[in-house]
């Protein structure tokens, strides 16, 4: 079945046609219907059921259904909470769910050999930062004698993994593996807080073809434990720290069981964070569906950075349908603010950033940062050469479906034309990371040799 969409002209008259008939909240609903839809798109499946994990980060299709944004393409979306991410990955795959809010690494792995293997495309980028690393009470005071302190004798941030090292020497000393935990093996949060401990000299682990925990040589044992059980097994003492997203750790701290001693933003200022994903072959059939779907959500992401819109966010992803964790919990992050010790709250507008610095185009940089970390980690056990890594980046990120989007709402006049960024698909080289390494897209090898630990091409 195809839908086209209204002109805006028709959607007026039946606006008025509707307010004539009487009834106050018919006519609500038809003049808020009016200011949408002004391009024509043939709708090819207009039926569509996503998924998410309860994460802060899904919050852009939490607001495209909510705010009606997903209806004004014509599109009629279930959004559904999934268990964990390989569930997400498996149902995307198998074509139980249209797209789904996804690890950027998850689509990457499916086409670079690591894992289940899928033609799997993204053309939106769901957001910016968004995670921390949290550790135990104890683990804690035992870092707190090793962070430098300010004048006030509060942490001075960002924290380094140098003061976790005697901690780990102390577990070591006692016949007591030091464990972590992380959300998925090809996570964000696998890679940062591997990039954090490395960056202080501490090996976590090495993959390789015939072993995929990832704990070859590892003074860490990094583990993958589901975002919402992060705080419980921490609590539990099965692991002492962990990274996740939001609001997982300040969970922690509202709970007492834990202290976030730094955050992704501070290990890499303004990384890509979650994706939104669907297969190739979706795209192809569906392309007219694929591009509704991308201009809702960066009409969600610009929705969301919005000044003033986040305290109504808040209250959204708050349902149990969403992410169903408590507001203050979820405003502590999502409002510009970032608690870390009890007590501790600080300043970070840029904690959750969903629009701004062009924080939805699905740049190409952002995928090959992925695939190095794969190499350097050994989830890729092969050299390659740098042109596979451009390549498999244009394979899989899609910032062409996301420029027919956009092109389509400056047209509309719903996003102004200087949101679209003139690039290449490269973001400039960058020294925004905790240890000061220079990352340049254009040069994956020599970004892969540049590190002390992991492997070299």
């Known amino acids: 079945m195809k839908i086209t969409f209204l002109k805006a002209s028709t959607l007026f008259a039946a606006a008025i046609l509707l307010a004539s008939c009487g009834g106050k909240k018919k006519e609500s609903k038809a003049t808020e219907a009016v200011v949408p839809a002004t391009t ?38 279930s959004v559904e909470a999934q268990s964990n991410w390989k569930n997400i990955l498996d149902r995307v795959i198998d074509g139980q769910l249209d797209g789904s809010h996804m690890l950027a690494g998850q689509p990457i792995a499916a086409g670079a050999g690591f894992g289940r293997q899928a033609e799997l495309v993204t053309a939106f980028s769901m957001d910016l930062n968004g995670n921390a690393i949290t550790v135990s009470n104890k683990v804690w005071e035992g870092m707190k004698p090793h962070v430098k302190k300010d004048e006030n004798g509060k942490p001075v941030h960002p924290i380094s993994a140098e003061a976790l090292k005697p901690v780990i020497t102390q577990y070591k000393n006692e016949g007591k593996p030091f464990k972590m935990g992380m959300v998925f093996p090809v996570s964000t949060h696998n890679y940062e807080i591997r990039y954090w401990l490395a960056a202080a000299g501490i090996k976590p682990g090495m993959y390789s073809a015939d072993n995929i925990q990832g704990q070859i040589d590892a003074e860490v044992l990094l583990s993958v434990t589901p975002p919402p059980q992060m705080p419980a097994t921490l609590e539990a003492g099965t692991i002492y720290g962990y990274c996740v997203g939001e609001p997982w750790n300040q969970q922690a701290v509202a709970k007492g069981i834990g202290v976030p001693v730094t955050t992704n933003y501070d290990i890499w200022k303004n990384n890509p964070e979650k994706v939104f994903v669907m297969t190739k072959e979706f795209t192809e059939k569906y392309p007219n569906t694929t591009v509704a779907v991308t201009k809702a959500l960066i009409r969600a992401g610009q929705w969301l950075d919005t000044p003033g819109n986040r305290a109504e966010a808040v209250k959204i992803l708050s349902m149990p349908q969403y992410v169903g964790a408590d507001e203050t919990v979820l405003a502590n992050s999502m409002t510009g603010t970032f608690e870390f010790e009890k007590g501790d709250k600080r300043d970070m507008p840029d904690f959750n950033v969903f629009y701004r610095y062009n924080a939805t185009y699905p740049f190409y940089s952002d995928a090959v940062w992925f695939l190095t970390q794969m190499r350097r980690w050994g989830q890729i056990p092969e050299t390659k050469p740098a042109e596979w890594y451009a390549e498999k980046a244009k394979e899989i990120y899609r910032p062409d479906i996301w420029k027919k989007a956009a092109d389509i709402l400056v047209t509309e006049g719903k996003i102004p034309a200087t949101d679209i960024p003139t690039t290449d698909g490269y973001k400039p080289a960058t020294t925004d990371f905790i240890d000061g390494n220079k990352y340049d897209g254009k040069d994956p090898i020599g970004y892969i040799n540049s590190f002390k630990i992991g492997n070299k091409d």
């Open 40 to 77: 024509s798109l043939e709708i090819e499946k207009p039926q569509l059921t996503f998924g998410f994990i309860k994460l802060t980060d899904m919050a852009p299709l939490a607001i495209a259904k909510e705010k009606g944004f997903f209806e004004d393409e014509g599109l009629f979306v």
